[in-house]
């Protein structure tokens, strides 16, 4: 069976948001309808996200590092959010494994926002349905797309390259062989929800420097005898200098 999933490799996510940004921008102009934004700017704002980025300092000063660490549903491929939908509106997909919310079904009782156990569902308050990342399902099978943009938008969107997409049940894709030579890992497997995302662990490197590089160069453009010097007495103003 095929199971669509993001594989996001934390070595080089520099928590921009512009996954943040274009999710929201896709999936709102998009079949997923409005994702409300509540007092936007207010002192107590409410907005809806299919997807976050977490930052974070880890270690100990002065040997620490900023994570930045994308989250969103991760299609489990037993997802504990399906079973307990009282009217059958979270669903996950036979042909994809893609886990969806039919909002014409939901009645916005938050059982599935109990039930996981990554808290990546939220209610849209206008609405009154849960929502969660579809992996843009609308786009990913719209034949009218070049092949190459048949993809998320928080992929397509990521200017470094940390969100891989693919069939982790192929062995021969991207993201399998990115979580089987990088050592990919799923968040919290004892929990048996089996979760489709994957993420690539930070993992340190030596600085890569060419020594013509760090050695200091003369300003081609200097003149000896024409530095610029202050004027005597105190502190010059600007453009008030001796030649």
Same mark, same amino acid.
Request: net charge negative; glycine share 8%.
């Given at each position: 069976m095929t199971q669509l999933a993001l594989v996001i490799d934390l070595n080089v996510c520099v928590g921009c948001h512009a996954c943040v940004t274009s999710c929201k921008q896709w999936n709102t102009s998009g079949t997923a309808g409005s994702l409300v934004d509540l007092q936007a700017y207010g002192a107590d704002p409410n907005g809806t996200f299919f997807n976050r980025v977490q930052s974070f300092e880890v270690?100990? +000063?002065?040997?620490?590092?900023?994570? %930045?660490f994308p989250k969103s549903? =991760? %299609?489990? $491929?037993d997802p504990p959010c399906v079973p307990v939908c009282p009217t059958g509106a979270s +669903? #996950?997909? *036979? $042909?994809?494994?893609?886990? =969806?919310?039919? *909002?014409d #079904?939901?009645?916005g009782c938050k059982y599935c926002a109990w039930a996981c156990p990554y808290g990546v569902r939220e209610l849209?308050?206008?609405?009154?349905?849960?929502? #969660?990342c579809t992996l843009c399902v609308d786009r990913i099978h719209d034949q009218k797309l070049p092949v190459a943009e048949r993809k998320p938008a928080c992929v397509m969107a990521c200017p470094t390259n940390a969100r891989l997409f693919g069939d982790i049940h192929d062995p021969a894709s991207v993201v399998s062989s990115a979580i089987r030579e990088r050592g990919?890992? *799923? =968040?919290?497997p004892e929990l048996g929800t089996q979760p489709a995302n994957h993420y690539l662990p930070r993992r340190r490197t030596d600085a890569q420097t060419d020594p013509l590089q760090v050695v200091k160069q003369r300003n081609p453009l200097r003149v000896e005898g024409r530095e610029p010097q202050p004027v005597a007495g105190g502190t010059p103003l600007s453009g008030d200098w001796e030649h």
């Amino acid at each position: 069976m095929t199971q669509l999933a993001l594989v996001i490799d934390l070595n080089v996510c520099v928590g921009c948001h512009a996954c943040v940004t274009s999710c929201k921008q896709w999936n709102t102009s998009g079949t997923a309808g409005s994702l409300v934004d509540l007092q936007a700017y207010g002192a107590d704002p409410n907005g809806t996200f299919f997807n976050r980025v977490q930052s974070f300092e880890v270690g100990e +000063y002065p040997e620490t590092q900023t994570v %930045h660490f994308p989250k969103s549903c =991760l %299609h489990c $491929e037993d997802p504990p959010c399906v079973p307990v939908c009282p009217t059958g509106a979270s +669903y #996950k997909r *036979a $042909e994809d494994g893609i886990v =969806l919310v039919d *909002a014409d #079904k939901c009645i916005g009782c938050k059982y599935c926002a109990w039930a996981c156990p990554y808290g990546v569902r939220e209610l849209d308050e206008k609405r009154q349905v849960m929502t #969660k990342c579809t992996l843009c399902v609308d786009r990913i099978h719209d034949q009218k797309l070049p092949v190459a943009e048949r993809k998320p938008a928080c992929v397509m969107a990521c200017p470094t390259n940390a969100r891989l997409f693919g069939d982790i049940h192929d062995p021969a894709s991207v993201v399998s062989s990115a979580i089987r030579e990088r050592g990919g890992y *799923a =968040l919290m497997p004892e929990l048996g929800t089996q979760p489709a995302n994957h993420y690539l662990p930070r993992r340190r490197t030596d600085a890569q420097t060419d020594p013509l590089q760090v050695v200091k160069q003369r300003n081609p453009l200097r003149v000896e005898g024409r530095e610029p010097q202050p004027v005597a007495g105190g502190t010059p103003l600007s453009g008030d200098w001796e030649h």
